[in-house]
């Protein structure tokens, strides 16, 4: 079943042309890549996709419904979340406060709590630094807390930028092994990422943007052995 569908969408900063007509799916249980170098798009699809930006042209649709109209509220409540680049955490607020935060939406107290303890439950290092403040966690905690917040809104589809950004090699390593729990729970993930290796190891499809422009997809695995991915993005000769 199709989850995400992009349908020729075009999006610009003032002038300058971010996305030239892109279109791609993502399928429910599907973990799709996107991959690309600096600047090539992939930040603004997703911002596009959660409703941060709008795109001038193109239509977004998420389980059959348009949502490119949409504001960023409306669409986390039907059931998309963007954990975003950077580990924008709040940083005076608790990491209690800030998971709680995550589910703003939800009106179901005892429902919110099952969440709790189940992001908890994934990140244990979280409940361990539950009432100090977020500015006092290492990057890679506030990256496990970005994705914990983002969580917190039960998302069917659940969007990484970046999650292992300026992290040392052996916090990826367990940044990504949570990505492959989550997975295994059955939640969408479409996650964006430098580390192109690490992102195709876990992903099932790759996606490469060249400077606005889907340059080819493929199955993840033959990815990793495509000569021209593995010069272009994996820094292979
Ligand atoms: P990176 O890996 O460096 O984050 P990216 O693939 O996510 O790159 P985007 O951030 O989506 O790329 O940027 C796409 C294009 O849009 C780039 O040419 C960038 O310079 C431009 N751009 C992004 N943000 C802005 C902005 N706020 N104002 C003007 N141009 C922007």
Request: some cysteine; overall charge positive; proline content about 3%.
């Given at each position: 079943?199709?989850?995400?569908?992009?349908?020729?969408?075009?999006?610009?900063?003032?002038?300058?042309?971010?996305?030239?007509?892109?279109?791609?799916?993502?399928?429910?249980?599907?973990?799709?890549?996107?991959?690309?170098?600096?600047?090539?798009?992939?930040?603004?699809t997703?911002?596009?996709?959660?409703?941060?930006?709008?795109?001038?042209?193109g239509?977004?649709r998420?389980?059959?419904?348009?949502?490119?109209?949409?504001?960023?509220?409306?669409?986390?409540?039907?059931?998309?979340?963007?954990?975003?680049?950077?580990?924008?955490?709040?940083?005076?607020?608790?990491?209690?406060?800030?998971?709680?935060?995550?589910?703003?939406?939800?009106?179901?107290?005892?429902?919110v709590?099952?969440?709790?303890?189940?992001?908890?439950?994934?990140?244990?290092?979280?409940?361990?630094?539950?009432?100090?403040?977020?500015?006092t966690?290492?990057?890679?905690?506030?990256?496990?807390?970005?994705?914990?917040?983002?969580?917190?809104s039960?998302?069917?589809?659940?969007?990484?930028?970046?999650?292992?950004?300026?992290?040392?090699?052996?916090?990826?390593?367990?940044?990504?092994?949570l990505?492959?729990?989550?997975?295994?729970?059955?939640?969408?993930i479409?996650?964006?990422?430098?580390?192109?290796?690490?992102?195709?190891?876990?992903?099932?499809?790759?996606?490469?943007?060249?400077?606005?422009?889907?340059?080819?997809e493929?199955?993840?695995?033959?990815?990793l052995?495509?000569?021209?991915?593995?010069?272009?993005?994996?820094?292979?000769?």
């Amino acid at each position: 079943m199709t989850m995400l569908e992009i349908r020729n969408l075009s999006a610009y900063y003032g002038n300058i042309c971010a996305l030239r007509g892109i279109s791609f799916q993502v399928n429910a249980g599907e973990t799709v890549a996107l991959i690309g170098n600096n600047g090539a798009g992939k930040t603004t699809t997703v911002r596009t996709i959660s409703g941060l930006m709008k795109p001038r042209e193109g239509e977004i649709r998420f389980m059959g419904e348009r949502i490119d109209h949409l504001r960023p509220d409306q669409i986390v409540r039907l059931g998309i979340s963007h954990s975003p680049e950077g580990r924008k955490v709040f940083p005076a607020m608790t990491v209690r406060e800030n998971l709680v935060m995550g589910a703003y939406i939800r009106k179901d107290a005892k429902e919110v709590k099952r969440t709790l303890d189940y992001v908890l439950h994934l990140f244990p290092r979280l409940e361990e630094r539950f009432s100090q403040s977020a500015e006092t966690l290492s990057g890679g905690e506030q990256q496990m807390l970005a994705i914990g917040r983002a969580l917190m809104s039960e998302p069917k589809l659940l969007i990484l930028d970046e999650p292992s950004l300026g992290l040392a090699p052996l916090i990826i390593k367990q940044i990504f092994e949570l990505i492959r729990v989550i997975q295994q729970q059955g939640i969408t993930i479409l996650i964006i990422e430098q580390n192109a290796r690490q992102a195709l190891k876990v992903a099932h499809r790759g996606i490469v943007l060249e400077t606005g422009r889907i340059a080819f997809e493929e199955n993840a695995k033959e990815m990793l052995h495509n000569d021209r991915v593995r010069q272009a993005y994996l820094g292979e000769k």
